[in-house]
């Protein structure tokens, strides 16, 4: 089984406020994140966390990591710094900036930073993204995504999810592709 996060933003008491998550603390965020994901993630799942991962030091990241079920593969984000991501880089199986896969018979474009643009947004591959949260960037992303829809007269143009675990439909829980075209 193949699953999708991004901006996790561990051990990041700004990020409660910033996109007003349900948790008092960091360490109340950091259970319920960790629980969520081991709730669906089994030894066998990949995680593919498209970026911001984690707000602390590598011990906290290597802390974290070292309790989340399954193989973990990081598209870095903004406030992943490379120096931390090498010094954990022996519990990812794979490490980049932008990554194209097959999920099933999808095709999936992973990159942290959201481009309405993607490689073959035209043919129906789908684009899944995080760092713009819950803000305005997403919403304006949302529009974009209308736009293009209407300019090519094509429903599968386009297909874009922001996988930021704060989103209603993610849960802070890492989701399937298949859960995930449901909001597509």
């Known amino acids: 089984m193949i699953r999708y996060i991004a901006d996790t933003h561990f051990d990041s008491e700004d990020l409660i406020f910033y996109d ?9 965020m950091n259970e319920a994140l960790i629980a969520n994901w081991n709730r669906v993630v089994g030894d066998e799942d990949t995680t593919y966390i498209v970026g911001d ?11 974290t990591l070292e309790k989340l079920n399954g193989k973990k593969i990081l598209i870095k984000g903004n ?5 931390v991501i090498e010094a954990v880089r022996d519990l990812f199986e794979d490490v980049a900036e932008y990554k194209e896969i ?8 992973l990159c942290h930073y959201p481009s309405p ?12 993204y995080g ?3 819950s803000a305005f960037e997403a919403n304006i992303l949302e529009k974009n995504k209308d736009l293009l829809k209407k300019l090519y007269a094509n429903e599968g143009v386009c297909r874009m999810a922001n996988v930021g675990a704060m989103m209603p439909y993610m849960d802070y829980t890492p989701r399937t592709l298949a859960e995930l075209k449901e909001v597509l």
């Not at 406030?79 to 120096?83: I, M, P």
């Open 131 to 133: 760092h713009v949260h």
């Open 53 to 63: 991962f984690h707000a602390g030091d590598a011990f906290r990241w290597r802390a």
């Open 20 to 28: 007003n998550r349900p948790f008092e603390t960091a360490e109340e």
């Open 117 to 128: 643009a993607f490689h073959n947004h035209y043919f129906g591959w789908i684009h899944l």
């Open 102 to 109: 097959r999920d099933g018979e999808d095709q999936v474009v």
């Open 79 to 83: 406030h992943d710094e490379w120096d």
